[in-house]
């Protein structure tokens, strides 16, 4: 009888064990029913107001040249050549500098891997002169601009495939100075 009762402690404990706890799952409030105000005429729902908190950016801002402007052009493979799209958001970057005359950038130019390192530092001095003078011929006071290669040294993306090689062919324009913080 003992080692019955022993045999039937040790089936409850292994039974214990090998189940897995029950856990409650949590469940999603229910959306609130809207309040009602109750007029002599009509019945009007009452707008419940939560307090969230709204970000906006500060105008003249790094964060507002980037949203509303953005700060970097693509080009194609052994290229520094604007494209449309390039162009397209360096107007935007011109309408945005000369709302704000004491912001300075600093534009650098970049490569894929692909090629020696002295070609693609020569290439990425090409793609930031090419933005510059787009940027002065539409009216950005060239003192503002300043230009520098990284060629392929500041990858964006470090892959070696053709999505990561098409978007460190860039250009980027960065706020040195002037912006409001």
Same mark, same amino acid.
């Given at each position: 009888?003992?080692?019955?009762? *022993?045999?039937?402690?040790?089936?409850?404990? *292994?039974?214990?064990?090998?189940?897995?706890?029950?856990?409650?799952?949590?469940?999603?409030?229910?959306?609130?029913?809207?309040? +009602?105000?109750?007029?002599? +005429?009509?019945? @009007?729902?009452? !707008? =419940? +107001?939560?307090? !969230?908190?709204? +970000?906006?950016?500060?105008?003249?801002?790094?964060?507002?040249?980037? /949203?509303?402007? $953005? #700060?970097?052009?693509?080009?194609?493979? #052994?290229?520094? /050549?604007?494209?449309?799209?390039?162009?397209?958001?360096?107007?935007? !970057?011109?309408?945005?500098?000369?709302?704000?005359?004491?912001?300075?950038?600093?534009?650098?130019?970049?490569? #894929?891997?692909? $090629?020696?390192?002295?070609?693609?530092?020569?290439?990425?001095?090409?793609?930031?002169?090419?933005?510059?003078?787009?940027?002065?011929?539409?009216?950005? #006071?060239?003192?503002?601009? @300043? /230009?520098?290669?990284? $060629?392929?040294?500041?990858? *964006?993306?470090?892959?070696? /495939?053709?999505?990561?090689?098409?978007?460190?062919?860039?250009?980027?324009?960065?706020?040195?100075?002037?912006?409001? =913080?």
């Amino acid at each position: 009888m003992k080692i019955q009762l *022993i045999s039937l402690a040790a089936v409850f404990a *292994i039974s214990a064990c090998a189940s897995e706890p029950k856990v409650a799952e949590p469940v999603a409030p229910a959306a609130p029913e809207p309040q +009602h105000q109750v007029s002599s +005429h009509r019945v @009007t729902p009452v !707008q =419940s +107001h939560t307090t !969230q908190p709204i +970000h906006t950016v500060t105008p003249g801002s790094i964060e507002d040249f980037a /949203t509303n402007a $953005g #700060d970097r052009v693509y080009f194609a493979y #052994d290229s520094y /050549t604007l494209s449309s799209e390039a162009r397209a958001v360096l107007a935007k !970057q011109a309408a945005w500098l000369n709302s704000y005359p004491r912001v300075r950038l600093l534009i650098a130019g970049n490569c #894929d891997e692909r $090629g020696t390192r002295e070609y693609n530092l020569a290439l990425g001095a090409r793609r930031a002169s090419a933005v510059k003078e787009y940027l002065v011929n539409l009216g950005v #006071d060239p003192s503002r601009l @300043t /230009t520098i290669s990284y $060629g392929k040294e500041r990858p *964006i993306d470090p892959r070696s /495939t053709n999505a990561a090689w098409s978007i460190n062919r860039n250009a980027h324009s960065a706020i040195v100075s002037g912006a409001v =913080s």
